[in-house]
T-cell receptor, first 111, second 112 residues
Framework: EDQVTQSPEALRLQEGESSSLNCSYT??????LFWYRQDPGKGPEFLFT???AGEEKEKERLKATLTKKESFLHITAPKPEDSATYLC????????????FGTGTRLKVLA | DAGVIQSPRHEVTEMGQEVTLRCKPI?????LFWYRQTMMRGLELLIY????????DSGMPEDRFSAKMPNASFSTLKIQPSEPRDSAVYFC??????????FGPGTRLTVL
């Protein structure tokens, strides 16, 4: 069964304290892996798409990496405005387009 | 680009009433997805349209839920009759020439 698991569920960091969020996946065939940021009361905001193992994408303090079994979202020197829920999703190649979301990591960055 | 537009943003209704949620996709995007988000279950795909045709509705919880896409600029998700357990945030997302989905701001539905 296709599955996406994110860890940790919640993470509290001090401002400037770098860390990583994990997204592990089990799918029959990976078409792409996506990271989104979701602020309270808003829709998920697209961050990155990764397609193949070894691929990396960067945006400001965020860097996403992909292996054959998992993806990491590295946050370098976070700021309070980075506080949000970060969602990981995969698109599988089985049949029609099928997107499976993880339950997210709630990140709180303290000033 | 205005992004995905959803209306209403908030809906409060009583059990048994009909609820209609609306979505306007990003211009040029030919795939549209309806999701439901709850604390317990996260984001769940309800139905997916491609070129206005429903492709996969296996996530629609029961016959009380129906979705239509009469043209490339508009889609509706209808719940009739509504029940308290339908309370959630409903998102519409669209996709164009890539695999990336773009989400609307959501409709927060409360069924009393």
């Amino acid at each position: 069964e296709d599955q996406v698991t994110q860890s940790p569920e919640a993470l509290r960091l001090q401002e400037g304290e770098s860390s990583s969020l994990n997204c592990s996946y089990t799918v029959s065939g990976l078409r792409g892996l996506f990271w989104y940021r979701q602020d309270p009361g808003k829709g998920p905001e697209f961050l990155f798409t990764l397609y193949s193992a070894g691929e990396e994408k960067e945006k400001e303090r965020l860097k996403a990496t992909l292996t054959k079994k998992e993806s990491f979202l590295h946050i370098t020197a976070p700021k309070p405005e980075d506080s949000a829920t970060y969602l990981c999703a995969v698109c599988t190649t089985s049949g029609t387009y099928k997107y499976i979301f993880g339950t997210g990591t709630r990140l709180k960055v303290l000033a | 680009d205005a992004g995905v537009i959803q209306s209403p943003r908030h809906e409060v209704t009583e059990m048994g009433q009909e609820v209609t949620l609306r979505c306007k996709p990003i211009s040029g995007h030919n795939s549209l997805f309806w999701y439901r988000q709850t604390m317990m279950r996260g984001l769940e795909l309800l139905i997916y349209f491609n070129n206005n045709v429903p492709i996969d509705d296996s996530g629609m919880p029961e016959d009380r839920f129906s979705a239509k896409m009469p043209n490339a600029s508009f889609s509706t998700l209808k719940i009739q009759p509504s029940e308290p357990r339908d309370s959630a945030v409903y998102f519409c997302a669209t996709r164009g020439g890539t695999d990336t989905q773009y989400f609307g701001p959501g409709t927060r539905l409360t069924v009393l």
